[in-house]
């Protein structure tokens, strides 16, 4: 995995055309964006997904021609009010923003002054847009080091390279500060009470900014006086009003495992050679094709793909089809060990699954004293 550029050379002809070729001849690619990293890092044995996005596959139109709609995403009341919010956070200039900067993660700096920059990121097509970037950040590294120049990239764009595929991602604000230090800042719109965020939204957050944090430390890698901070700001409405407030967050463990997750994923040329020519998951075929063509892809089921993938109903439907563990929970799976589907675990646990395998006699003990407990309190004795 590295940076935009590619460190290897870039995907050949033949690679681009089979991808399209999977996507449909009419199909434009869906970018992959930070939200579909992070879930896809916290995935990394699935193959179908690994596939499907690396391929630009519309996921939600996909799941729609399956007959298995996603039902989840921001309500559109819930993206007005977040492009508001961020309006006003980055309004006049960034002032706000780089003033809660200098608050939270400035210590020893000077705090910004109406002289603070704030780059035209404006380029033609993503690629044009993180080489703009790039520049941008090493001029305005050049800048902090020469006089000590505050700097806001409203709107960057990142490139990662990606199970041997680019995605461009975009961060809601980078600062660059007086002493060459980049931070990433995250603007949500769910509301920081007391001084505190609900800690699943935060958690989530976070994983998003460690992907944005993996894509700029190796630009920065390539600058001297450059460096990527890995405490990043969360700015929030404060309590229920709309007005900004802001908490500093570490994300050193979310980078070290998204970054093993992401090294973790297979190949995308590997995963679309292992496909039979012809195969397509274009959502104007008929469902029973498309139904093959994803049955073709191997996939890793949880429970908490509900909350992060589109297909993750017509994955939940195929496991418990197959009767597959998968569908009750990872924790479950991994302490099931070789039973895998439901059959086999219920008939270890009656005594009929082998003894001589550890976990199926571990389950037919336990089956046998939750009996005896029952018979137990049963008793009027």
């Known amino acids: 995995m590295s940076s935009y550029p590619p460190s290897g050379p870039p995907p050949t002809t033949t690679l681009r055309q089979r991808l399209a070729d999977l996507r449909g001849p009419a199909v434009p690619p869906r970018p992959l964006d930070a939200r579909a990293l992070a879930a896809l890092a916290a995935n990394p044995g699935c193959g179908r997904r690994a596939l499907l996005d690396g391929a630009g596959v519309d996921k939600t139109a996909l799941a729609a021609a399956l007959g298995s709609p996603s039902a989840f995403g921001q309500s559109q009341f819930a993206i007005v009010r977040g492009n508001a919010f961020e309006a006003r956070v980055k309004g006049d200039g960034g002032a706000e923003l780089l003033r809660l900067v200098h608050e939270h993660l400035g210590a020893g700096t000077e705090p910004p002054g109406p002289g603070a920059h704030v780059p035209d990121l404006t380029a033609a097509g993503p690629e044009g847009r993180a080489a703009r970037t790039a520049l ?58 007391d001084g505190a965020a609900d800690a699943a939204k935060v958690g989530a957050a976070a994983r998003q900014a460690a992907v944005y944090v993996l894509a700029l430390e190796k630009t920065a890698g390539k600058l001297a006086s450059a460096a990527v901070g890995h405490t990043v700001l969360l700015v929030c409405p404060k309590d229920f009003s709309n007005l900004p407030a802001a908490s500093p967050v570490d994300i050193r463990r979310e980078r070290a495992v998204t970054l093993r997750q992401l090294e973790r994923l297979t190949r995308v040329e590997e995963l679309a050679a292992a496909l039979p020519e012809g195969l397509s998951f274009d959502p104007a075929r008929p469902a029973e094709e498309l139904t093959e063509a994803v049955a073709a892809v191997s996939a890793a089921y949880a429970p908490e793909c509900l909350a992060a993938c589109e297909l993750a109903f017509h994955c939940r439907e195929r496991a418990r089809a197959a009767d597959a563990v998968t569908a009750l929970g990872r924790s479950v799976r991994g302490e099931l060990g070789t039973l895998t589907t439901v059959e086999e675990a219920l008939a270890a646990a009656a005594g009929s699954g082998g003894t001589e395998d550890p976990t199926a006699a571990s389950l037919h003990r336990a089956a046998r004293l939750r009996a005896e407990a029952l018979e137990a309190a049963a008793c009027p004795c």
């Open 136 to 193: 941008a950040l090493r001029e305005a590294t050049a800048a902090a080091a020469a006089d000590g120049t505050w700097t806001l990239l409203d709107h960057p764009m990142l490139a990662l390279e990606v199970a041997g595929s680019p995605a461009y991602l975009e961060p809601d604000a980078v600062v660059v500060h007086p002493d060459g230090r980049w931070t990433v800042v995250e603007i949500k719109s769910f509301p920081m009470i």
